[in-house]
């Protein structure tokens, strides 16, 4: 028998400071999505199972190894978000409301296959779904959203790939154009692409394995797949990415792992996460309200992994919410001190204190691993001419305030 028991194995326990950089991801990202214009919206963990082998294809990855069934039940544990969201819109019938939406969402994901090095069983996506218009301009702002959410909670080194499927009809040309090109080299590719060719070309594209970047690598892959009204609508898109500032690597084998994708897809990668490299991606799936029985609209999004970017934030967070500690001496001020605390809380400033018998040093040791800012010593001498020691953590220095001020001297120097 165990003597404790321990996580389910593909799982995190977020726990300061960890816990904190996520809460801290979830805040900027949730800022930037309500200054952009979205509306969160929080959905069940819980679909028929049928909503995903529908939008993102029988033969994806997603449905042939990843789902994450409950036995003897068609549902799942959602793998992902855009599926979940377009039933929603369906099925509330949003589109009755107004023509143009944008949503946001925060939450888990989850995976059946055998948990690897950075892909989890149970992960974070922080995902947007944006219906009801094919503009160039949105598809930029899409791109650009995700890369403030990503630059503004410290990921750096972040690459942006881009590339284009085109329409169904673009889709259905391209895929039997790898047909054709791919048979012949079937033999060099390895064994689950060999499988892939006439299920799924597209795959082929993607794969790591070497043997097959060095067929795909052969294969003359060009904008020449598109339609004339997908390629003039690509092309607004790179001119509007380099009108914005936003780099960006034009990658003809991008193709993304799921069925619903058309027109504009993106993902970021960073050669720091190994080979799977990506910590966030997205684009266009103007038929997937259609295929999954709405009306015809056109929709875009993007999903980004939150463990996947934290592995990439350099910056470790304090290990306490806590902007403020007080501190106190002598033991018989305590009474003295938890009242200045309570002041403090009561003024919404994050405050803590030691509620252990400590000598004042060990109260200071324990104000800097909590990483706050301040720290105010409640002093017996000081105390006598109603002031209090503030220390500032950062810089090591620290002045008398007086008693009726600190409020709101910590409210001015706090960010």
């Given at each position: 028998?165990?003597?404790?028991?321990?996580?389910?194995?593909?799982?995190?326990?977020?726990?300061?400071?960890?816990?904190?950089?996520?809460?801290?991801?979830?805040?900027?990202?949730?800022?930037?999505?309500?200054?952009?214009?979205?509306?969160?919206?929080?959905?069940?963990?819980?679909?028929?199972?049928?909503?995903?082998?529908?939008?993102?294809?029988?033969?994806?990855?997603?449905?042939?190894?990843?789902?994450?069934?409950?036995?003897?039940?068609?549902?799942?544990?959602?793998?992902?978000?855009?599926?979940?969201?377009?039933?929603?819109?369906?099925?509330?019938?949003?589109?009755?409301?107004?023509?143009?939406?944008?949503?946001?969402?925060?939450?888990?994901?989850?995976?059946?296959?055998?948990?690897?090095?950075?892909?989890?069983?149970?992960?974070?996506?922080?995902?947007c779904e944006v219906f009801g218009s094919q503009s160039p301009y949105l598809d930029m702002e899409v791109i650009k959203l995700a890369m403030l959410i990503l630059e503004s909670c410290g990921v750096e080194k972040i690459t942006l790939k881009l590339n284009s499927l085109g329409c169904e009809k673009d889709k259905k040309n391209f895929k039997n154009f790898?047909?054709?090109?791919?048979?012949?080299?079937?033999?060099?590719?390895?064994?689950?692409?060999?499988?892939?060719?006439?299920?799924?070309?597209?795959?082929?594209?993607?794969?790591?394995?070497?043997?097959?970047?060095?067929?795909?690598?052969?294969?003359?892959?060009?904008?020449?797949?598109?339609?004339?009204?997908?390629?003039?609508?690509?092309?607004?898109?790179?001119?509007?990415?380099?009108?914005?500032?936003?780099?960006?690597?034009?990658?003809?084998?991008?193709?993304?792992?799921?069925?619903?994708?058309?027109?504009?897809?993106?993902?970021?990668?960073?050669?720091?996460?190994?080979?799977?490299?990506?910590?966030?991606?997205?684009?266009?799936?103007?038929?997937?309200?259609?295929?999954?029985?709405?009306?015809?609209?056109?929709?875009?999004?993007?999903?980004?992994?939150?463990?996947?970017?934290?592995?990439?934030?350099?910056?470790?967070?304090?290990?306490?919410?806590?902007?403020?500690?007080?501190?106190?001496?002598?033991?018989?001020?305590?009474?003295?001190?938890?009242?200045?605390?309570?002041?403090?809380?009561?003024?919404?400033?994050?405050?803590?204190?030691?509620?252990?018998?400590?000598?004042?040093?060990?109260?200071?040791?324990?104000?800097?691993?909590?990483?706050?800012?301040?720290?105010?010593?409640?002093?017996?001498?000081?105390?006598?001419?109603?002031?209090?020691?503030?220390?500032?953590?950062?810089?090591?220095?620290?002045?008398?305030?007086?008693?009726?001020?600190?409020?709101?001297?910590?409210?001015?120097?706090?960010?």
């Open positions: 028998m165990k003597k404790y028991y321990e996580k389910v194995k593909g799982t995190l326990d977020f726990y300061p400071p960890r816990s904190i950089l996520f809460k801290n991801v979830a805040d900027k990202a949730g800022k930037l999505f309500k200054t952009f214009g979205y509306e969160e919206i929080i959905l069940p963990v819980l679909e028929e199972t049928g909503v995903f082998i529908k939008s993102v294809g029988q033969t994806s990855d997603i449905v042939r190894k990843q789902i994450f069934k409950i036995e003897s039940k068609n549902i799942i544990l959602r793998p992902e978000g855009t599926a979940q969201v377009v039933r929603f819109y369906i099925e509330k019938a949003i589109y009755r409301q107004r023509d143009f939406h944008k949503f946001f969402y925060i939450g888990p994901m989850f995976r059946g296959e055998r948990p690897q090095k950075g892909r989890l069983r149970q992960f974070h996506h922080i995902g790898l047909i054709r090109e791919l048979e012949g080299s079937k033999e060099k590719l390895c064994l689950v692409c060999k499988g892939r060719v006439l299920t799924n070309p597209l795959r082929v594209l993607d794969c790591k394995h070497q043997s097959c970047k060095r067929v795909v690598s052969g294969l003359n892959l060009t904008k020449n797949n598109l339609c004339d009204s997908c390629r003039a609508h690509f092309e607004k898109v790179l001119s509007l990415l380099k009108k914005f500032n936003i780099p960006y690597d034009y990658d003809p084998t991008l193709v993304r792992g799921l069925d619903y994708y058309s027109n504009t897809v993106f993902e970021f990668v960073s050669s720091e996460l190994g080979a799977k490299d990506a910590c966030g991606a997205g684009g266009r799936y103007n038929d997937l309200v259609k295929n999954l029985g709405g009306p015809e609209i056109p929709a875009i999004g993007f999903a980004l992994g939150v463990e996947r970017m934290m592995l990439l934030i350099k910056e470790a967070p304090q290990v306490s919410t806590a902007k403020v500690f007080v501190a106190y001496t002598p033991r018989d001020i305590y009474p003295q001190a938890y009242k200045v605390l309570n002041s403090l809380r009561e003024n919404g400033i994050p405050s803590d204190i030691s509620y252990n018998d400590r000598p004042l040093k060990r109260q200071l040791r324990l104000a800097q691993k909590l990483g706050v800012d301040f720290t105010v010593i409640v002093g017996e001498e000081e105390l006598k001419d109603g002031c209090l020691i503030l220390r500032n953590m950062r810089e090591s220095t620290q002045n008398k305030v007086k008693l009726d001020d600190l409020v709101a001297v910590l409210k001015e120097n706090l960010c």
